[in-house]
């Protein structure tokens, strides 16, 4: 009897802590000879950049990504937005800006289009590019079929864009003063409908469902956008490093966290999120995106690392 009140206890002590991950977690390989500042995901492909250079991977066998193309930029990169395919958006300050491919005795298997544009941010949503510029707002662009493009509308009421996600009918940002919520249902017509001043240091968010995970320093804070035009803060979460990164899927939140690892989080009940498990790359982790079954770490210097995680 004894012996069962302490297995009960024990069970109840350890759901406390957080909840259960049922997935495992194994290191495929680490890919080096790279500054991977920031990293992305899309088509069985990996790209990754630092603040002049792009590198660009085939994925098709992950146990050997095989390096398809290589990039330099004459002007610093602010952001890239890779979705699929063979096109790909680079924003940068300079207009001038000139991206060309870097030779490697044609050891590169395929080429790519770089479509350059003026901004500090870019999010895609299907055949719209939304580009965040500190100064000038946030320009709407139809670009069609990626042959052609057309500035639909320029957003200039929210200036100073740190971050920002696009799902029709709405578009979600952290500016200099906070979150702001924008009716883009008319995308020649963009209303500011919502705003919360109330959120120091954020910098970087994702939505998933009718809630917004936006990372402030050391916390994660989740906001209810289920009236968009009353956002609601339901819970909070602190850790012992700043936040560097934010990606999220199938219920789990991943956060990176510097030298601090990667921490995975259970989202399945926004206002009670628990955490699941921690891991710990090779080096810093400063960014994070998910493929499939996949966790892909940018590690600065120290290059990339491929994670299988199911």
Known sequence: MKS????ILILSFTLGIGAVDNRFLYPLGQIKGVEA???????????????????IY????????????????????????FQAGNRIYLSSHEPANNVIPIDSLNTYGRIYFIDTVIGDKITREGSTLYVADRFRGIDIID???????????????KWGIKDFVATYPYLYALNDFGFVTVDISNQNFPLSIATNYQIPEATKLVKYGEYIYVAAGKEILVLSVRDPENPVLVTQMPFFNVIQALAVKDNRLFIALGKGG??????????????????????????????????????????WMIYEYR
Do not use: C
Request: no cysteine; net charge negative.
């Open 262 to 303: 990667v921490k995975i989080l259970d989202i399945s009940v926004p206002n009670r999120i628990s955490d699941m498990d921690t891991f710990y790359p090779p080096a810093a982790a400063i960014d994070i995106a998910l493929g499939n079954d996949y966790i892909y770490i940018a590690m600065g210097k120290d290059g």
């Open 58 to 81: 085939s994925t098709f066998n992950v146990w050997q990504p095989r390096l398809e193309a290589s990039y330099y930029s004459q002007y610093r990169i602010e952001d890239v937005n």
């Open 143 to 157: 670009i069609g079929g990626g042959v052609s493009s057309e500035l639909m509308a320029n957003f200039s009421e």
């Open 37 to 55: 500042n920031r990293i992305q995901v899309a088509d069985s492909q990996v790209l990754t950049y630092n603040l002049s250079q792009l590198w």
């Open 4 to 7: 069962l009140i302490l297995i």
